[in-house]
């Protein structure tokens, strides 16, 4: 794999540079811009925002209230729903992680006509929008539910479970196109030297995957923790379980038009993808470009 | 490989393993994905109400009604025009983005990281962010500055609603498709841009004649993600308009900015579940006739690489 170079190479440009330089500014502020103003109005108070949403807070301490307010409300657990979307996002790409890579080395190294049907039903599967199946997945999980007396309905280990369900197919793809390039000779010599196949896996394959893994977790986690849809039918809108997307819905349906808890609601659900963002920038960015390409 | 037998004795451990390393996704996909999936194509021909479990076949009535339905209709179209909007701005934009992180000026990767931002926010979210600026920010400015057009909000009005959609999209997505520009800028050999540099071709010319023939292959790979994600759309629309504001289609009183997703979700809510599913079943086709595209043009470039 080649690393991403970016910004060693650069197009030879001839306007003015300055101009340019301007303009980007601009632009980098008009992208910006909601973000400042959620920032903005998230340290004022809901008398201010009415009176002039465009103004600077008259003090940033009312960010601190605010974000108190948030933690404390009697109606809409927020800290329950972050610990909940903390949880559920790690384990899932625990899961997808681990167990879309076992599938992929398998799919790849065993050449059998089996391996390349589910390969295909994999990759086809893609193109299946949620909306046809959400339905029947929640009746149907809750008949697995019954049948195995496990709810699965309402649970961190049932959402965990679609999501291992919805996340699968795109990260097998990306893992068999990477362990397809890694050589067989390390593997067939280990067989040699009577290692087992899943030692060989976990000991030999699984920390050569290490890059691709990045890739598959920023992939699946940025979609999992702004999920709404799954989260929203599969646990409820007011389960014991919650997610921050949840979570935050339930503060715009019952703060109608309450714009300092709404948008302080929203600046603590940014917060830790754009702290994240700002450590792992790189391997975001790289991880974005190869889940698109591929 | 069966002809020596102490052969035999690993390969079969070795199909154990393998059924162990599979069955974890094979069975969630199954159980997640291809059941749900079935039972969804079959309640699109049923009377299915999501309340009773006696389900019975009513053929192809579901679909017949959407035909005639203008709520759907206006859904479907609406829809279209949305994606095709957003084919046209997100790939103007992100293009010029992706020039600009690529050009000589300072800070560009800092710029670049920045542009990426919007990406990361979720739908939910980014609605609920933009419903703010639009309706509050906005007008606030409109009638601080006295500037006409912006004293009412741009989406109580039916004809800009799916405009400003699809602008609050393209900021979520630029950044994205940005990235894949400029990888494929930056993929282009530079012996390249120098030889057209020394003929003296104008930037202009070297951007229409080289770069963006150079960049075709990331041009559809940004047209068929962008297809897909506008034509699911769902989050944002949802936080950000939920279908509103009121217009008339066919006689018929419909939500200006219904995109088919939240129609579907809608015609559930209502507990018309049959109905939702036939809704969701002429979306999957119309998805599958995309993918089925896109499959045969990266045929065709294989060919021709």
């Known amino acids: 794999m080649k690393p991403l170079r970016l910004g060693k190479t650069s197009i030879n440009l001839k306007p003015d540079l300055l101009l340019l330089e301007l303009l980007t500014i601009l632009l980098f502020l008009l992208f910006m811009f909601p973000f400042i103003m959620v920032v903005l109005n998230s340290a004022k108070t809901s008398r201010e925002i009415i009176f002039d949403a465009i103004a600077l807070p008259a003090s940033w301490k009312q960010l601190g209230v605010n974000v108190g307010l948030i933690f404390s409300n009697p109606t809409v657990d927020y800290l329950g729903a972050f610990i909940d979307s903390i949880v559920i996002t790690v384990l899932s790409l625990l899961v997808i992680s681990i167990f879309s890579s076992m599938a992929a080395w398998i799919l790849v190294r065993n050449k059998t006509l089996w391996s390349t049907i589910l390969f295909m039903a994999f990759v086809s599967a893609m193109v299946i929008p949620f909306q046809v199946l959400m339905y029947p997945l929640v009746r149907w999980m809750r008949v697995i539910g019954e049948f195995l007396h496990f709810r699965l309905l309402g649970t961190v280990g049932g959402i965990v479970f679609a999501y291992l369900g919805f996340g699968s197919p795109l990260s097998i793809f990306i893992f068999h196109g990477f362990i397809k390039n890694i050589p067989l000779e390390i593997e067939e010599s280990a067989t040699i030297d009577g290692c087992p196949k899943s030692t060989i896996f976990f000991r030999i394959v699984f920390p050569l995957l290490q890059p691709i893994i990045i890739t598959v977790l920023i992939l699946n986690g940025i979609w999992i923790w702004n999920d709404y849809l799954l989260p929203l039918l599969v646990l409820g809108s007011n389960g014991r379980v919650q997610t921050i997307p949840i979570a935050v819905t339930a503060f715009a349906g019952a703060y109608l038009k309450q714009w300092d808890l709404i948008l302080t609601s929203t600046l603590i659900a940014m917060l830790p993808i754009i702290v994240l963002y700002i450590f792992a920038q790189r391997y975001i960015i790289k991880g974005m470009v190869e889940g698109s390409i591929k | ?305």
């Open chain 2, 1 to 305: 490989m069966q002809e020596l037998s102490r052969e035999r004795t690993p390969m079969k451990k070795n199909s154990t393993v393998n059924i162990v390393f599979l069955a974890p996704c094979v069975l969630t996909f199954i159980m997640i994905i291809i059941i749900p999936f079935f039972f969804g194509l079959y309640y699109s021909v049923t009377d299915w109400n999501g309340v009773s479990d006696d389900v019975a076949f009513v053929g192809l009535k579901n679909f017949r009604g959407l035909v005639s339905s203008p709520d759907f209709i206006y859904s479907f179209l609406i829809t279209i025009a949305y994606t095709l909007i957003n084919i046209v701005f997100i790939n103007i934009v992100s293009f010029i983005l992706s020039l600009i992180v690529t050009s000589k000026i300072r800070r560009r990767n800092f710029y670049r990281s920045g542009f990426f931002v919007p990406y990361l926010i979720g739908g939910i979210v980014l609605g609920y962010i933009w419903q703010f600026i639009l309706n509050n920010i906005l007008v606030k400015i409109g009638t601080t500055y006295s500037i006409a057009f912006l004293q009412t909000s741009f989406l109580s009005k039916p004809n800009t609603v799916i405009w400003t959609m699809a602008v609050v999209n393209t900021w979520q997505y630029a950044g994205y498709i940005m990235l894949i520009f400029v990888a494929a800028i930056q993929g282009i050999p530079s012996s390249l841009m120098e030889a057209a540099n020394v003929d003296g071709a104008s930037y202009f010319h070297r951007v229409m004649h080289i770069l963006i023939p150079m960049m075709a292959n990331a041009f559809t790979i940004s047209i068929f993600l962008t297809l897909t994600t506008s034509f699911k759309q769902f989050d944002m629309n949802m936080t950000l308009t939920n279908g509103g504001p009121a217009t008339r289609f066919m006689d018929a009183p419909v939500k200006a900015s219904q995109l088919l997703a939240m129609n579907i979700f809608n015609t559930a809510t209502a507990n018309r579940m049959a109905e939702a599913q036939a809704k969701a079943v002429v979306l999957f086709i119309a998805l599958l006739i995309v993918s089925l595209i896109q499959v045969s043009v990266n045929k065709k470039k294989e060919v021709e690489m």
